[in-house]
């Protein structure tokens, strides 16, 4: 590979380089918005039902794994950091600390997903699932019900745009190691960025709504 | 050109996420009655304020991209007034509870 600097590629429907960074940063926190409402859907409906069923709300949560819940919090904050510093890295053009930042990030989300696969393993294994093997011995079954229903909705929704993020960045990984983001070209690298600190404050939402509505 | 921005930022950043962290675990297990669900949504807000600043740049961002930011919030906020004024409105919030 050709190690001379060029200067960043201008698209044809661009006045400038400035111009078309801050169009894709537009897009990105466009379709974001769009996201927010996406998940506000089931944001709303868990509004509605713990509104109507405070002390079936608060039962329900207290099964939840809160330890894993809450480890996957930290794991995610701290891939929001490494991929911040992986931004920064693509705007310096430091190639190698970019590859890095970037299967970093990649192996914290795959970090979050095992987590989630052990805690989805308990709620399994103690019939936290709604339908024919749903098992509560407590009162306001109903409403259990509806939480465990939005609890795998939710985080499950969430799970799906996770893995969709790491795959983003290892696919960003192996392009930064052939220098695609090297002369300025780091949008990519910005607005995938973007993406997954939404996820983040998406996780820093269901984390005290679903594990900590019941004070422990 | 973008400013940019020393690492101790990011990790300053990072650093007060991991602090508001354990304030929202540790009200977790401390009783406050009622006021247990706004306090956890306003350090909700708060991580999510910082991480918004400061991870997705938007402090020394365009007014354009202020805009585009607020306005995924405020129309989430239009959804569940809306919503909530009408169930409150036909009395479904009295209705019998499971």
Not at chain 2, 72 to 92: C, E, Q, V
Request: net charge positive; charged share 15%.
């Amino acid at each position: 590979m050709s190690e001379v600097v060029a200067s960043p590629i201008l698209a044809q429907q661009f006045d400038d380089i400035e111009q078309q960074r801050e169009t894709a940063k537009l897009g990105m926190w466009v379709f974001l918005a769009t996201e927010v409402l996406f998940f506000g859907g089931l944001f709303l409906s868990y509004t509605v039902y713990r509104y109507l069923n405070p002390e079936g709300f608060a039962a329900a949560s207290r099964h939840t794994e809160v330890i894993l819940g809450g480890a996957n919090t930290a794991v995610l904050l701290f891939s929001s950091t490494l991929m911040a510093l992986a931004v920064r890295a693509a705007k310096l053009g430091r190639r190698r600390h970019l590859v890095r930042l970037l299967f970093a990030t990649a192996l914290f989300g795959i970090g979050f997903m095992v987590i989630k696969a052990v805690e989805y393993y308990k709620d399994i294994a103690d019939h936290l699932v709604p339908g024919a093997n749903f098992q509560w011995s407590e009162a306001n079954r109903g409403a259990a019900e509806i939480f465990w229903w939005l609890y795998w909705a939710m985080t499950g929704l969430h799970a799906i745009h996770v893995t969709i993020g790491v795959g983003i960045m290892l696919v960003l990984a192996f392009l930064a190691r052939r220098g695609h983001f090297d002369n300025g070209n780091y949008m990519a690298v910005d607005i995938a960025g973007l993406y997954w600190h939404f996820v983040d404050i998406v996780w820093v939402f269901l984390f005290p709504l679903l594990y900590l509505a019941g004070h422990r | 050109m973008e400013t940019i921005h020393p690492p101790k930022l990011y990790w300053k950043n990072g650093a007060a996420l991991m602090a508001l962290l354990a304030l929202t675990w540790t009200l977790g297990y401390v009783n406050l009655g009622l006021f247990n669900l706004p306090i956890a949504l306003c350090i909700s807000f708060a991580k999510t304020i910082l991480i918004i600043l400061f991870f997705m740049h938007i402090k020394g961002s365009s007014r354009l991209l202020h805009l585009a930011a607020v306005t995924g919030l405020l129309w989430l906020f239009i959804m569940l007034l809306l919503t909530l004024s009408d169930y409150a409105s036909r009395g479904w919030f009295s209705s019998p509870k499971y």
